[in-house]
């Protein structure tokens, strides 16, 4: 009883100390999940369009920033309609929002660059 009473004493001050040092670095452990990596990733590449994506997103009336900003950063990627492990460009597919998902983006994610492939309006 006298160990765990020491023990506690030692963790109960640690945690609120590293929870306070690591809360002031904004640390989170949400950039680990496999969304937020590929999110990540393709936001790191420079985006190119194709011609059939581009005709889409005038017929829609959406632009590149609306894509980038708010599709690609807050959509969720779609893993089971995706081929993550394609050679050499894994294609993947984010729905946007994430809850009653109004569009679709297919894109392939390369090694220098991301190629914007589709969009679709679901409702």
């Given at each position: 009883?006298?160990?765990?009473?020491?023990?506690?004493?030692?963790?109960?001050?640690?945690?609120?100390?590293?929870?306070?040092?690591?809360?002031?670095?904004?640390?989170?452990?949400?950039?680990?999940?496999?969304?937020?990596?590929?999110?990540?990733?393709?936001?790191?590449?420079?985006?190119?369009?194709?011609?059939?994506?581009?005709?889409?997103?005038?017929?829609?009336?959406?632009?590149?920033?609306?894509?980038?900003?708010?599709?690609?950063?807050?959509?969720?990627?779609d893993f089971d309609r995706s081929h993550?492990?394609?050679?050499?460009?894994?294609?993947?597919?984010?729905?946007?929002?994430?809850?009653?998902?109004?569009?679709?983006?297919?894109?392939?994610?390369?090694?220098?660059?991301?190629q914007l492939l589709s969009i679709k309006?679901?409702?």
């Amino acid at each position: 009883m006298k160990k765990i009473k020491f023990f506690l004493i030692g963790l109960v001050p640690g945690l609120v100390i590293v929870f306070f040092v690591l809360n002031k670095k904004g640390v989170s452990c949400s950039g680990y999940l496999p969304n937020s990596r590929v999110i990540a990733e393709t936001l790191s590449k420079n985006f190119k369009y194709s011609e059939n994506f581009k005709t889409e997103m005038a017929a829609l009336q959406i632009n590149e920033k609306f894509v980038k900003d708010s599709i690609i950063t807050a959509g969720k990627v779609d893993f089971d309609r995706s081929h993550a492990q394609k050679k050499p460009c894994p294609d993947y597919l984010i729905s946007y929002p994430e809850n009653n998902p109004r569009y679709e983006v297919t894109f392939e994610k390369c090694a220098e660059e991301t190629q914007l492939l589709s969009i679709k309006k679901i409702k």
